[in-house]
């Protein structure tokens, strides 16, 4: 009876170390997981970042260009006049 005792104490011994085994690899992927994710978002918020910027410059160069011309049409009218 000890010897049986003995070994199903080693059994479950050996069953925890390595449902800890489990876990702890589990743990480490998520973590991996979370860690990726994290990375990620940094990328994706900064390549939003500077498409913002490149759409803002478009944008703004395309306003002087409108600004422009119309200073020009404007100018053209007065030298008509």
């Known amino acids: 009876m000890a010897s049986f005792k003995k070994s199903f104490e080693g059994l479950k011994g050996t069953s925890h170390s390595a449902a800890k085994g489990v ?46 011309d119309t200073i020009k049409e404007f100018g053209q009218k007065l030298e008509t006049k």
Request: charge should be negative.
């Open 23 to 68: 876990t702890d690899t589990a743990v480490q992927a998520a973590q991996e997981a979370v860690q990726q994710v994290a990375e990620s978002s940094k990328e994706t918020a900064s390549t939003a970042a500077v498409e913002a910027g490149r759409q803002t410059q478009v944008t703004i160069g395309k306003a002087a260009d409108k600004a422009t």
